[in-house]
């Protein structure tokens, strides 16, 4: 490693998020050298010795991530909300350090938590008194509120808007261009779809679409 300063990081997953999270380290690091990426690392079924990703190789699988678990921390690029929940807990019971990444151009007020491994990507705002848990992931563009609560694993995707006062269970889905008024509740495992809008509580493990949202089979 070139400067002891910085800190190693690996992507766990090679799928179009980690391709993304590429460019977040890079854009974090022409701000401020902070991580040293050292390569992608995936599950036994995905490795394909010598393959390279948008330059960045693949250099092991989670037992090479066990092994230089004290000394690695883990970026984790899964993108839907109840997997990564599943992929967070596996990894994290094998004691599996996770970094995160917070892009240079958001806004995030001082009195903000962010729990480890939490992503938070380009153009995002996160206003007071807030609590990001471990795992959370905002896409670009998302605006969170005040005293809201994203629970662990929990994600919001591009232009996302949720209001004061919200709580996201773990493993929920908010999708693109949606909108969460004032003191929603989402249970864990939801999914609000695409340009929906919720007014109140979607219940847990449920997929909920329009406006106002309600309750789809799929």
Known sequence: MENESLKDVVLFGTGGMGKEMILLVNSINEKHPTFNLLGFVVDD??????QVINGVKVIGTTQWLIDHRHSVSCVLCVGDARERLKVFDRLNGLGVTFATLIAPDVYIDDTVHIGKG????????????????????????VTI???????????VYPRGQISGGCVVGQGAQISSCSFLAKNSKIGENAIVAPLSAVYGKVKAGTHVLGNPAHKIDL
């Open 45 to 50: 079924e995905y490795y394909l010795p010598g």
């Open 118 to 141: 939490c992503i938070v990507t380009f153009r995002c705002m996160i206003s007071v008194n807030t609590t990001l848990e471990d795992g959370v992931f905002l896409n670009s563009d």
């Open 145 to 155: 509120g005040h005293d809201c609560l994203l629970c662990k694993c929990s994600t």
